[in-house]
């Protein structure tokens, strides 16, 4: 019926040109990167057993396993989580429900992120004048997950604030009409309609938290510790901070050791976003509205 | 409601009672999540008042305006006469930044439009999943990476005696910036209105020249919005720049030169400074130059992709 002309087909060439280019480009970007843990797990596979992840390091950190640093990251984790979780599901309830949409709305969007866009590195040059020297806990886990809560605060803020606007206004003003206050409707309503997405939030700050290097450096953690730590005010290991240390700061040290530390600090984080990927998954195809 | 006298037994009282606690719970809960909003901003102002406090002492004292921001030595520790000049620390920075933008834009922007343009179904969503996994690998890793894997690379393929140089960082900052870039270029793109890409196709574009004509320039500022926060990740990034640029005082001629960047110097003297010593004060008024200029590439971001909104 219709023929087409030479333009018609310049341009079909030229498009599946630029398609396949941009396709290309794709690849180029992911290709590098999977070659890349590729050799991180060819690598570092052979260092892990279940002796590596649960004893302390031996012989000046050269042998031995990491099980202090895991330890120390996941305590440093929880109690980040324990500080940043009610204060940032706190604020985005604020934002999502009562906020009037004024300067003061804007500053403190304003505020968020550039608390995200903030260098690590000087979060941690706040961790050490307030928290180790104004506030006097020193360098210990309590400074050092303070420091990572404040760090990561936006991300549990804008994953919450996210899922708390997907619950449809309808649900809100269905609950107000009966004459419910506004905190009951949010605590009634809302929130449970919303906490599967918080959770997928609180996730994604656990990778963050987990892998943030700079902001514990002198905040808490320690090199090298002999004694696993016993109450918050103590130093601690951790694992990021031991992927530095045993890859730039021992010498003599063993060319795979530094591999299996790697392998296992980036399968902890994959893992956890792995796990709120599929979480939000489930979660979209459930939802009903 | 408060001056309610009723009897106490009366059953009036508790319903009052009730309406009266739940208003107060209201209200009581109303202030605490307002709390959580203004922390925020709490927060940001304290990160300014404690890295200015610790810096304090430098600034009114040996901080000297011109050997800060246009020399190139800095000897913290000379045992003759301590210099704190920081240009040379600023070429390392924006060097590796640079080349890390230089690798990063193109690529960041090419596999937007695609996965948001040309790509469907099963490989859009396994494109996009994987983006958000490259973006979550700590940059610690990507300076283990840049130490262990692309430093003998690059000797042996350039025959360089060091591999620890702006290539690497460089290098190691794109391939990290490039995820974030992606995936806020992607939404950028996606926000277009559908409606948009109707009319062009229905006038007979092409799927390329719906993207190049209409597409591309109605996502112009979040586009832009996507490279600055690249630029302000790059230049605030740490670890990576602290393991891959060798970390070494100069300013480059070649990309195989080692650098030093000003957020490396901070990780890497700090935990050696007496604290209140100059030294230690020079660190955190780097902190402060650091801050600011971070806030400003945040703040130009948002009003930038602020603007499309609106307009």
Same mark, same amino acid.
């Given at each position: 019926?219709? $023929?087409?002309?030479?333009?018609?087909?310049?341009?079909?060439?030229?498009?599946?040109?630029?398609?396949?280019?941009?396709?290309?480009?794709?690849?180029?970007?992911?290709?590098?990167?999977?070659?890349?843990?590729?050799?991180?797990?060819?690598?570092?596979?052979?260092?892990?057993?279940? $002796?590596?992840?649960?004893?302390?390091?031996?012989?000046?950190?050269?042998?031995?396993?990491?099980?202090?640093?895991?330890?120390?990251?996941?305590?440093?984790?929880?109690?980040?989580?324990?500080?940043?979780?009610?204060?940032?599901?706190?604020?985005?309830?604020?934002?999502? $429900?009562?906020?009037?949409?004024?300067?003061?709305?804007?500053?403190?969007?304003?505020?968020?992120?550039?608390?995200?866009?903030?260098?690590?590195?000087?979060?941690?040059?706040?961790?050490?004048?307030?928290?180790?020297?104004?506030?006097?806990?020193?360098?210990?886990?309590?400074?050092?997950?303070?420091?990572?809560?404040?760090?990561?605060?936006?991300?549990?803020?804008?994953?919450?604030?996210?899922?708390?606007?997907?619950?449809?206004?309808?649900?809100?003003?269905?609950?107000?009409?009966?004459?419910?206050?506004?905190?009951?409707?949010?605590?009634?309503?809302?929130?449970?309609?919303?906490?599967?997405?918080?959770?997928?939030?609180?996730?994604?700050?656990?990778?963050?938290?987990?892998? $943030?290097?700079?902001?514990?450096?002198?905040?808490?953690?320690?090199?090298?510790?002999?004694?696993?730590?016993?109450?918050?005010?103590?130093?601690?290991?951790?694992?990021?901070?031991?992927?530095?240390?045993?890859?730039?700061?021992?010498?003599?040290?063993?060319?795979?050791?530094?591999?299996?530390?790697?392998?296992?600090?980036?399968?902890?984080?994959?893992?956890?976003?792995?796990?709120?990927?599929?979480?939000?998954?489930?979660?979209?195809?459930?939802?009903?509205? | 409601?408060?001056?309610?006298?009723?009897?106490?037994?009366?059953?009036?009282?508790?319903?009052?009672?009730?309406?009266?606690?739940?208003?107060?719970?209201?209200?009581?809960?109303?202030?605490?999540?307002?709390?959580?909003?203004?922390?925020?901003?709490?927060?940001?102002?304290?990160?300014?008042?404690?890295?200015?406090?610790?810096?304090?002492?430098?600034?009114?004292?040996?901080?000297?305006?011109?050997?800060?921001?246009?020399?190139?030595?800095?000897?913290?520790?000379?045992?003759?006469?301590?210099?704190?000049?920081?240009?040379?620390?600023?070429?390392?920075?924006?060097?590796?930044?640079?080349?890390?933008?230089?690798?990063?834009?193109?690529?960041?922007?090419?596999?937007?439009?695609?996965?948001?343009?040309?790509?469907?179904?099963?490989?859009?969503?396994?494109?996009?999943?994987?983006?958000?996994?490259?973006?979550?690998?700590?940059?610690?890793?990507?300076?283990?990476?840049?130490?262990?894997?692309?430093?003998?690379?690059?000797?042996?393929?350039?025959?360089?005696?060091?591999?620890?140089?702006?290539?690497?960082?460089?290098?190691?900052?794109?391939?990290?910036?490039?995820?974030?870039?992606?995936?806020?270029?992607?939404?950028?793109?996606?926000?277009?209105?559908?409606?948009?890409?109707?009319?062009?196709?229905?006038?007979?574009?092409?799927?390329?020249?719906?993207?190049?004509?209409?597409?591309?320039?109605?996502?112009?500022?979040?586009?832009?919005?996507?490279?600055?926060?690249?630029?302000?990740?790059?230049?605030?990034?740490?670890?990576?720049? %602290?393991?891959?640029?060798?970390?070494?005082?100069?300013?480059?001629?070649?990309?195989?030169?080692?650098?030093?960047?000003?957020?490396?110097?901070?990780?890497?003297?700090?935990?050696?400074?007496?604290?209140?010593?100059?030294?230690?004060?020079?660190?955190?008024?780097?902190?402060?130059? %650091?801050?600011?200029?971070?806030?400003?590439?945040?703040?130009?971001?948002?009003?930038?992709?602020?603007?499309?909104?609106?307009?």
């Amino acid at each position: 019926m219709f $023929e087409a002309t030479q333009l018609n087909r310049k341009n079909e060439t030229r498009q599946t040109l630029i398609r396949s280019g941009l396709g290309t480009m794709t690849g180029i970007l992911i290709l590098p990167v999977a070659l890349i843990l590729g050799t991180l797990l060819y690598k570092g596979l052979p260092v892990i057993s279940f $002796e590596f992840l649960f004893t302390s390091p031996t012989n000046g950190m050269t042998a031995g396993g990491i099980f202090p640093a895991l330890l120390g990251t996941v305590l440093l984790v929880l109690v980040a989580l324990l500080a940043s979780v009610p204060l940032g599901v706190a604020a985005a309830i604020y934002l999502s $429900e009562y906020a009037p949409n004024n300067w003061s709305t804007r500053a403190i969007n304003l505020a968020i992120i550039n608390l995200a866009g903030v260098p690590s590195i000087v979060h941690a040059l706040f961790g050490v004048g307030a928290f180790v020297i104004f506030f006097k806990f020193g360098t210990s886990i309590l400074a050092a997950s303070l420091t990572l809560a404040i760090m990561t605060l936006p991300v549990v803020i804008v994953a919450t604030r996210e899922s708390l606007q997907a619950v449809p206004m309808a649900f809100r003003e269905a609950c107000w009409n009966m004459g419910a206050t506004r905190w009951q409707t949010i605590r009634r309503v809302v929130l449970p309609n919303a906490v599967t997405g918080i959770l997928t939030g609180v996730i994604l700050e656990v990778s963050r938290t987990a892998g $943030e290097t700079a902001p514990i450096m002198f905040t808490g953690a320690a090199f090298f510790l002999p004694l696993l730590p016993q109450g918050v005010l103590d130093q601690t290991m951790a694992l990021s901070l031991h992927l530095f240390v045993v890859s730039t700061q021992v010498p003599g040290m063993p060319e795979a050791l530094p591999f299996g530390v790697a392998l296992v600090l980036i399968s902890m984080v994959l893992l956890m976003n792995s796990l709120s990927i599929a979480l939000r998954m489930y979660l979209r195809g459930k939802k009903k509205w | 409601m408060e001056n309610q006298t009723v009897p106490a037994d009366s059953g009036l009282d508790s319903g009052f009672d009730r309406l009266n606690r739940d208003w107060y719970i209201d209200k009581a809960v109303q202030v605490l999540v307002f709390i959580g909003g203004i922390s925020a901003i709490v927060f940001i102002i304290g990160i300014f008042v404690f890295i200015s406090k610790e810096g304090f002492g430098f600034l009114v004292g040996d901080f000297n305006f011109k050997e800060f921001f246009f020399s190139p030595n800095w000897r913290p520790t000379s045992e003759s006469k301590e210099t704190f000049g920081i240009l040379a620390l600023i070429a390392g920075t924006a060097s590796v930044t640079g080349l890390a933008m230089l690798i990063a834009i193109p690529f960041s922007l090419g596999t937007a439009i695609f996965i948001a343009e040309f790509a469907s179904g099963k490989t859009r969503e396994f494109l996009k999943i994987t983006v958000e996994l490259l973006a979550a690998i700590p940059s610690v890793v990507w300076g283990f990476i840049g130490l262990a894997i692309m430093n003998p690379i690059i000797i042996k393929t350039f025959n360089v005696p060091v591999g620890l140089n702006v290539l690497n960082a460089g290098v190691i900052l794109g391939l990290m910036a490039a995820p974030i870039m992606t995936s806020i270029a992607e939404d950028a793109l996606k926000a277009v209105p559908d409606r948009y890409r109707e009319a062009a196709e229905a006038m007979g574009a092409t799927r390329w020249q719906v993207i190049y004509k209409v597409v591309l320039p109605a996502a112009k500022n979040g586009l832009l919005g996507a490279v600055l926060l690249g630029v302000g990740r790059g230049f605030g990034e740490t670890m990576a720049v %602290l393991m891959a640029t060798g970390h070494s005082i100069n300013i480059p001629t070649s990309v195989f030169d080692s650098v030093r960047a000003l957020t490396a110097t901070i990780a890497a003297e700090l935990g050696e400074t007496a604290a209140g010593s100059s030294h230690y004060q020079a660190l955190f008024t780097i902190g402060i130059f %650091l801050f600011i200029i971070t806030f400003i590439i945040n703040l130009a971001a948002d009003l930038i992709v602020r603007g499309i909104r609106k307009g």
